[in-house]
């Protein structure tokens, strides 16, 4: 759909390069991928990086052209082969786990020797999660927490002044 789109307002080299980077993210998206799969995922890496150096010579990028994650696309023939198809594999997963495993642990540190902190967070909220599962299976969490006569105790009472 993009490539007729931007074919003729842009030189054939960058629709070229385009092509190819799409070609070569339709291809490890596959759920089955053989040999010949491979062959033709290096292929359009390969022209992918062949065309590319247009970006740098029409001023798109005056240092080098780098997409994010672009490095990674030379290990995934080698990745694929060890570990099997990806499957549409989703790096957000990853990234929220990491949001709650590493950034709001370090948020809630003093900064200082933060690691030995974080791990202490980590094993904590993992020790709040496992009671909480087990609670719950035990139906100690269904309800109020407060037994009804400890709750009329708590209401508070507003005097007007």
Not at 104 to 126: K, V
Request: with cysteine; aromatic share 10%.
């Amino acid at each position: 759909v993009y490539l007729p789109a931007i074919s003729g307002h842009v030189p054939p080299q960058m629709v070229r390069a385009l092509s190819a980077f799409l070609d070569f993210c339709y291809l490890v998206r596959r759920n089955i991928i053989n040999k010949a799969t491979l062959d033709v995922i290096d292929d359009a890496l390969a022209r992918f990086h062949r065309d590319q150096i247009i970006f740098e010579e029409v001023g798109v990028q005056s240092h080098g052209f780098s997409l994010p994650c672009q490095h990674s696309m030379m290990h995934y023939c080698f990745l694929i082969e060890m570990f099997g198809v990806p499957n549409s594999l989703c790096s957000s997963i990853t990234e929220s786990k990491h949001i709650k495993a590493v950034k709001e642990p370090w948020h809630h540190s003093s900064h200082f020797h933060a690691l030995g902190q974080m791990l202490t967070t980590n094993q904590r909220l993992d020790k709040l999660a496992a009671a909480r599962s087990d609670f719950k299976a035990r139906g100690m969490l269904f309800g109020p927490c407060l037994a009804p006569h400890i709750r009329k105790q708590a209401k508070p009472t507003y005097t007007s002044s």
